[in-house]
T-cell receptor, first 114, second 115 residues
Framework: AQSVTQLGSHVSVSEGALVLLRCNYS??????LFWYVQYPNQGLQLLLK??????LVKGINGFEAEFKKSETSFHLTKPSAHMSDAAEYFC????????????FGQGTTLQVKP | GAVVSQHPSRVICKSGTSVKIECRSL??????MFWYRQFPKQSLMLMAT?????????EQGVEKDKFLINHASLTLSTLTVTSAHPEDSSFYIC???????????FGSGTRLTVV
């Protein structure tokens, strides 16, 4: 069975600083990996996804993530944080492509300080 | 883009009553829909997977008699919380996918409060 671990339930950065949110996965087959963002009382918005193509994936709003098989990681980064990036971020894994069960990590709250 | 409409966005019901939550794919046919539950400040917990025209597959620990899921058409799935109790209060989110879509689209969620 697949699983995801997000290291750090809460990350705080200053506006303009680098954002790094960590995600490690476990999967018995080549995984599909996703990063989602959630604002209070809303659904999830896809930031980016890895589907076994390029290991460096670029997403929306300046976010990107790199798939590292040797480290079983898929960390999310953004060079310069904006106040509007403050939200809850979830890493997720599917071992059945784009249509199988999506299993989420515990989530990381990103706080951006002015 | 693919849109999933979830309704209602917020509902308050009395203990012992049943509540139905709808999840509709507006511009695509969803062969598979997923229902998640999210407690405050926590992650999304998968409750069940439903495929059009067949019975839902529930995750371990989820009471199928309490959380009734129906996926009668390619654009509609419903979750009915039967005989709701305060501990059922939570944020419920649906997600839809299809081979043609090549990804997941989430509804905006339903905040259920049982009083």
């Amino acid at each position: 069975a697949q699983s995801v671990t997000q290291l750090g339930s809460h990350v705080s950065v200053s506006e303009g600083a680098l954002v790094l949110l960590r995600c490690n996965y476990s999967s018995s087959v080549p995984p599909y990996l996703f990063w989602y963002v959630q604002y209070p009382n809303q659904g999830l918005q896809l930031l980016l996804k890895y589907t076994s193509a390029a290991t460096l994936v670029k997403g929306i709003n300046g976010f990107e993530a790199e798939f590292k098989k040797s480290e079983t990681s898929f960390h999310l980064t953004k060079p310069s944080a904006h106040m509007s990036d403050a939200a809850e971020y979830f890493c997720a894994v599917s071992d059945q492509g784009n249509t199988g069960k999506l299993i989420f990590g515990q989530g990381t709250t990103l706080q951006v300080k002015p | 883009g693919a849109v999933v409409s979830q309704h209602p966005s917020r509902v308050i019901c009395k203990s012992g009553t049943s509540v139905k939550i709808e999840c509709r794919s507006l511009d695509f046919q969803a062969t598979t829909m997923f229902w998640y539950r999210q407690f405050p400040k926590q992650s999304l917990m998968l409750m069940a997977t439903s495929n059009e025209g067949s019975k839902a597959t529930y995750e371990q620990g989820v009471e199928k008699d309490k959380f009734l899921i129906n996926h009668a058409s390619l654009t509609l799935s419903t979750l009915t919380v039967t005989s709701a109790h305060p501990e059922d209060s939570s944020f419920y989110i649906c997600s839809a996918t299809s081979w043609a879509l090549g990804g997941y689209t989430f509804g905006s969620g339903t905040r259920l409060t049982v009083v």
